[in-house]
């Protein structure tokens, strides 16, 4: 099914968006999308993800810059002449049509009569074969997202855009459509564009995600490398749960960082400070919850040598499911925040007792301490730490 015979990169090349003299909702950006990639823009409401999508699509005019889908300046092109489709949250499905009609659409608008194969064969692809006589009404939520992926397919674009396509469907069915628009995208092997502001879903499905914040490109990466090695508060807080103490370099040697935070001495791997540390300096020090073991202080000599520690109050604990939460009042932090599974539960790690923390050192990433720790938490002001006309280039 592959076809990527009319290929080439999405590149955004000084794009930006300003509406009146007063908005920016996007910032010169450069941007480069490989061919055949499913490529994520991540970011809460107002980061200018959508208005990103928007100019690629053509329903937005750049204010600056311009769009490239391979060697072809395409910025000036209206939306129906550019190799684009876009699916959008509200499917925009034809209640009057049948499914098989519904996807043949776009077929018989170009004069295109025989449709029967082509159309059979798209629907075999999202598996709704023996749908196709089917209303959109008759299906469900995730059914009818599956047909407007069929239907924006239909004519091979080079680019599929999406944005937020899931957002209307509950959360097991939201799970089973990340799954499927992996899978449609890998056998396609078309450049899927996806703008959403869940983490999970991007981190699911993308090769590569933009975490947008202010308008600008905060972070570019592989998901697990976003995730392990953020380099700003924003992405440590947006991109899952961190927790982040403040602390003061000592020493600097031998690939590791030494830094002392109040009652705790913690080591890192210099390679994972996203800032220089200088001895006497201010460096924020993130571990993620799920990273840290939690033991209770009447064993803290089991504790093994050679791990970071902290001592701690159980303030907190939430049972769900898989593992328990734990919030942890400790000198380092006032809410530290550990995830334990729920293997061999002790039955003593409950709300005001007292605990050690511990974890692998590498498993400590390093921040700059001039930004604010909250960044990128539930309501959070969004603040930009990028640099405007910064360039990020995805590579496959």
């Given at each position: 099914m592959t076809d990527t015979t009319a290929g080439g990169d999405v590149r955004l090349s000084g794009i930006s968006k300003t509406y009146g003299n007063s908005f920016t909702a996007v910032h010169p950006l450069d941007l480069t999308v490989p061919q055949g990639s499913f490529f994520a823009l991540l970011g809460a409401s107002g980061c200018g993800k959508t208005t990103t999508l928007r100019m690629i699509a053509g329903l937005e005019d750049p204010t600056t810059g311009t769009v490239l889908l391979g060697d072809r300046d395409v910025?000036?092109?209206?939306?129906?002449?550019?190799?684009?489709?876009?699916?959008?949250?509200?499917?925009?499905?034809?209640?009057?049509?049948?499914?098989?009609?519904n996807v043949a659409f776009g077929l018989r608008r170009r004069g295109i009569r025989s449709v029967k194969k082509p159309v059979g064969d798209m629907l075999d692809l999202v598996q709704l074969g023996d749908l196709a006589q089917r209303r959109p009404h008759q299906l469900?939520?995730?059914?009818?997202?599956?047909?407007?992926?069929?239907?924006?397919?239909?004519?091979?674009?080079?680019?599929?855009?999406?944005?937020?396509?899931?957002?209307?469907?509950?959360?097991?069915?939201?799970?089973?459509?990340?799954?499927?628009?992996k899978r449609i995208q890998t056998e396609v092997g078309i450049t899927f564009v996806h703008v959403t502001h869940d983490q999970e879903e991007a981190m699911t499905m993308a090769d590569t995600v933009a975490v947008m914040n202010g308008g600008r490109v905060e972070q570019l990466g592989a998901p697990a490398e976003l995730y392990e090695n953020p380099r700003t508060t924003f992405v440590a807080?947006?991109?899952?749960?961190?927790?982040?103490?403040?602390?003061?370099?000592?020493?600097?040697g031998g690939g590791t960082v030494e830094v002392t935070a109040p009652g705790a001495t913690l080591r890192l791997p210099a390679e994972r400070c996203a800032t220089t540390p200088a001895v006497g300096g201010a460096l924020l020090v993130g571990v993620r919850p799920e990273k840290i073991s939690l033991t209770h202080a009447d064993d803290a000599d089991t504790v093994a040598a050679g791990?970071?520690?902290?001592?701690?109050?159980?303030?907190?604990?939430?049972?769900?499911?898989?593992?328990?939460?734990?919030?942890?009042?400790?000198?380092?932090?006032?809410?530290?925040?550990?995830?334990?599974?729920?293997?061999?539960?002790?039955?003593?790690?409950?709300?005001?007792?007292?605990?050690?923390?511990?974890?692998?050192?590498?498993?400590?990433?390093?921040?700059?301490?001039?930004?604010?720790?909250?960044?990128?938490?539930?309501?959070?002001?969004?603040?930009?730490?990028?640099?405007?006309?910064?360039?990020v280039e995805a590579t496959p």
């Open positions: 910025t000036s092109l209206p939306p129906h002449k550019r190799p684009v489709n876009t699916v959008f949250q509200s499917y925009a499905l034809f209640p009057h049509l049948s499914i098989h009609e469900s939520g995730g059914q009818q997202q599956r047909v407007a992926v069929a239907r924006a397919l239909i004519n091979h674009p080079q680019v599929l855009l999406l944005d937020e396509p899931l957002g209307a469907l509950d959360l097991k069915l939201r799970r089973q459509m990340q799954l499927e628009l807080n947006f991109l899952g749960t961190s927790n982040l103490i403040q602390a003061e370099v000592v020493s600097v791990r970071n520690r902290v001592t701690g109050t159980i303030a907190d604990a939430g049972f769900i499911g898989v593992s328990t939460q734990y919030v942890i009042d400790s000198p380092v932090c006032p809410e530290l925040e550990v995830y334990a599974q729920n293997i061999e539960r002790d039955p003593r790690l409950t709300p005001g007792a007292a605990v050690i923390l511990h974890w692998n050192p590498d498993h400590t990433f390093g921040l700059d301490a001039a930004q604010s720790p909250s960044a990128g938490t539930v309501g959070a002001t969004a603040t930009a730490t990028a640099t405007a006309g910064e360039t």
